[in-house]
């Protein structure tokens, strides 16, 4: 693993919108939160006021605004604006050799799965975690916040949480992969594709139908991904949702179902994901250990 730099204090922050654009409001407030701590904030070029219908701008402005973020030395770290959609193409406008090169912490989710994969791919670290947007919401004391930014400064991090049901208890230490499964799914074959090998799986989703969820999860115990991995993590699977015909489970049921036959430690109810709550952030393409106990306690370290 390729362990990003840490961010100094008074580093320098580069805010990007690989995906949907953020609203003035949640933008604003987000950098005078980051700044009330001690931080410079840098909105790249084409994240304010350069709205293309669903994207935050064109596919080639946005890869501009992640390139430059990524190459200029004065900038310590990224933090995604927000989601949406857009991030696979953004990053077909990226060239390959500036992406392997990123040194920096990148921070985001769901959309931002694409760059978490990417970056896996080339063996480096990055954070699963609240995006500007959130910091806007949940404040910049907030323990998801706080615990992301302990991540890019370097600190070892641990999340404790109860075990929900179909948990199964274990402990196991590998690389943590994945983010949201829609993309996971959606990026199946491609160059940046999971390497699931010992790995711990991390997955959450938004609104999504319930047999949508068992496709997804069916693709990957046909395509052999479940059977190879280390441990499983499931997040939040917010809002989720039956079709005229109920599929008769819910999402975490549904999950379990997938991964019965395996013996690997299982953690249903990360508090990660796009619950409006809480974000815990999880340290992607590095070392992680999970711990599921029988009492009903779970913890992921990072070290």
Request: glycine share 10%; with cysteine; proline share 3%.
């Amino acid at each position: 693993m390729n362990k990003p730099k840490n961010l100094p204090d008074g580093g320098r922050i580069a805010i990007v919108a690989p995906s949907g654009a953020i609203a003035p409001e949640y933008l604003d407030k987000g950098i005078a939160l980051i700044q009330s701590k001690g931080y410079s904030v840098e909105v790249m070029p084409h994240v304010r006021d350069c709205r293309t219908g669903v994207f935050a701008a064109t596919d080639a402005q946005r890869a501009s605004d992640m390139e430059e973020a990524i190459l200029r030395d004065d900038i310590d770290a990224i933090i995604c604006a927000r989601g949406g959609y857009g991030a696979v193409r953004t990053i077909q406008h990226m060239k390959k050799s500036v992406v392997q090169r990123c040194d920096k912490w990148l921070v985001g989710f769901s959309d931002i799965t694409v760059f978490h994969s990417a970056l896996t791919h080339y063996g480096i670290a990055s954070i699963h975690g609240p995006m500007l947007k959130h910091i806007a919401v949940h404040g910049i004391d907030s323990d998801d916040v706080k615990k992301t930014f302990d991540l890019m400064r370097g600190k070892k991090v641990s999340v404790s949480c109860e075990s929900a049901q179909y948990s199964r208890s274990g402990k196991v230490s590998g690389k943590l992969i994945g983010g949201n499964l829609s993309l996971i799914y959606s990026l199946r074959r491609t160059a940046i594709d999971i390497a699931p090998k010992g790995a711990i799986l991390f997955i959450e989703d938004l609104s999504e139908y319930n047999y949508h969820i068992d496709r997804m999860m069916q693709n990957l115990k046909y395509s052999g991904v479940l059977s190879k991995l280390g441990g499983l993590i499931v997040g939040q699977m917010t809002d989720m949702k039956d079709g005229a015909t109920a599929f008769g489970s819910d999402a975490y049921a549904i999950i379990a179902d997938a991964v019965a036959q395996y013996d690997y430690p299982v953690l249903m109810g990360y508090p990660a994901g796009h619950a409006d709550e809480v974000n815990m952030p999880l340290r992607m393409g590095g070392e992680a250990t999970l711990r599921v106990d029988a009492k009903g306690q779970s913890s992921l370290t990072f070290a």
